[in-house]
């Protein structure tokens, strides 16, 4: 099961990181994931970052998963 302390300590230790590597590292599905996101991101110690595709094309066929980073504020 999923915790508030393990997600935490998974964000502190990577500067950006994907939803989609939450989801492979943590071994949860991404709205399990999102759900305990808000917690933090509600306390202003997590963010959601901007993301540019590598392409530059903007087409947005990449899944949403792969595409939506969050970033731990220190």
Known sequence: MLSLSRLKQLLQRQPKISLQEL??????????IKYLLQYFMLRGQVIECPYQPACGTGCHQCSQA?????????
């Open 23 to 32: 989801s492979v590292q943590l071994q949860e599905d991404h709205d399990t």
């Open 66 to 74: 792969n595409i939506i980073y969050y970033a731990w504020q220190k």
